[in-house]
């Protein structure tokens, strides 16, 4: 069976986690990527823990489905090679700093000119236009300039980070749904066009209700901890044994939980007849809740509330998610041998198709692992060329 992207190239340039994460979603989807890395270092993240067997984990863990071919890009016949691969392929993925790309002779302008039908896509901290273009960024400068560290943890401490990186996430997911709609586009016309992602906007894009309010109110939101802005009770509880939360998110659910907890006189309480009233009583409402949740154990909670209909659940740790039965019967965590390493263990992708299953490919690639495959079965050059190139440092 052909996968979705059968048949489709991409020559990737990315490095850490925004660009390969994007590339790796591409290769689930069954495209074809070739990462290119320097030669004798390759992509940084080699050197990020956890490390197994000497292999970074956190590498293996966003790389699979890829061949890794070195090129130094600093030498004129690494670039020229470059180029040439990238007319074999249909996309170019790369998160240079701006401007990078196009001193190595491998920009948008050029490599459009020479293949027009090539979809290039650029992910960056700040974008390629603007006064911050040229800024380097992580997934926590851009947590931080986005707003959205303002808005994460408890009122009057200070800010935290979100416990994934994020920003650099949903830059890569954004990308994947820019790269599909060229690549459509494409296909249709023969041109390719640049998809310009920014860390920044992707990040901005995703405050949702946050810029909302701030413009409805003229108030800046702040951190709230777990409860939500505008719809309560919405948010984390302590058990007796840990905790839990608890989503009431119209009237109806709320009666029921009155009901489920005990307290079924607060359900006519004018104070939190609606949930403009609940919200605006938040502090009131969540002494009273708290009080009577405390007793009694998360199991029991989410049991009687689940019974009744009221969206709840456990606070889970790393650990128990990995065991979840949900998430196994989904099929969300999975496991590859890599050479080097042995059985590697990592989340699955999320996309299910009716007709067309996602499975990973091959396991995060050896650094160099495919050169002599690619630039033999690519661009044809024989073997003795190849130990010319290595001798040289190009490979």
Not at 101 to 113: I, P, S, V
Not at 277 to 287: C, I, N, S
Not at 304 to 320: K, S, T
Request: net charge neutral; charged share 20%; aromatic share 6%.
């Amino acid at each position: 069976m052909r996968n979705l992207l059968s048949g489709v190239r991409v020559l990737d340039f990315t490095r850490v986690l925004a660009g390969p994460y994007a590339s790796m979603v591409l290769a689930d989807l069954g495209a074809e990527v070739i990462k290119v890395e320097l030669p004798g270092q390759g992509d940084e993240a080699r050197g990020f823990g956890p490390f197994q067997q000497g292999e970074s984990a956190y590498f293996m863990s966003v790389n699979r489905g890829k061949k890794s071919v070195t090129l130094d890009l600093r030498t004129l016949r690494g670039q020229e090679l470059a180029r040439q691969l990238a007319g074999k392929c249909q996309v170019l993925i790369e998160n240079f700093r701006p401007g990078s790309m196009a001193r190595f002779g491998l920009g948008w302008e050029e490599l459009h000119r020479r293949y027009p039908a090539l979809v290039y896509a650029s992910i960056s901290g700040f974008g390629q236009t603007g006064p911050y273009a040229g800024r380097p960024a992580y997934d926590v400068v851009v947590q931080a300039m986005s707003g959205l560290a303002s808005i994460t943890g408890h009122p009057g401490l200070p800010p935290v980070r979100v416990g994934s990186s994020i920003a650099d996430l949903s830059a890569a997911l954004f990308g994947v749904i820019g790269i599909l709609a060229a690549l459509a586009r494409a296909r249709e016309i023969g041109e390719g066009q640049q998809v310009d992602i920014a860390m920044l906007d992707c990040q901005v894009a995703l405050l949702e209700n946050a810029v909302a309010r701030y413009q409805v109110t003229g108030q800046v939101p702040g951190p709230l901890g777990s409860r939500h802005p505008t719809i309560t009770p919405f948010q984390f509880f302590e058990a007796a044994d840990g905790h839990l939360v608890i989503a009431a998110g119209n009237d109806g659910l709320w009666k029921r939980l009155c009901a489920t907890v005990g307290l079924p006189a607060l359900a006519e309480d004018p104070r939190f007849a609606t949930n403009a009233l609940r919200t605006q009583h938040h502090a009131q409402l969540e002494e009273l809740l708290a009080g009577a949740l405390r007793p009694q154990t998360v199991a029991h909670w989410c049991r009687v509330l689940e019974e009744a209909g009221v969206p709840c659940g456990p606070i889970c740790d790393i650990a128990q998610v990995v065991a979840d039965p949900q998430v196994r019967v989904r099929g969300m965590i999975t496991s590859q041998v890599h050479p080097r390493a042995g059985e590697v263990v990592m989340p699955a992708s999320p996309l299910k198709f009716s007709a067309t299953p996602v499975e990973p490919g091959a396991p995060a690639p050896l650094l160099g692992q495919h050169t002599g495959e690619v630039l033999r079965g690519l661009l044809g050059l024989a073997e003795g060329e190849l130990e010319e190139l290595r001798r040289e440092g190009v490979v």
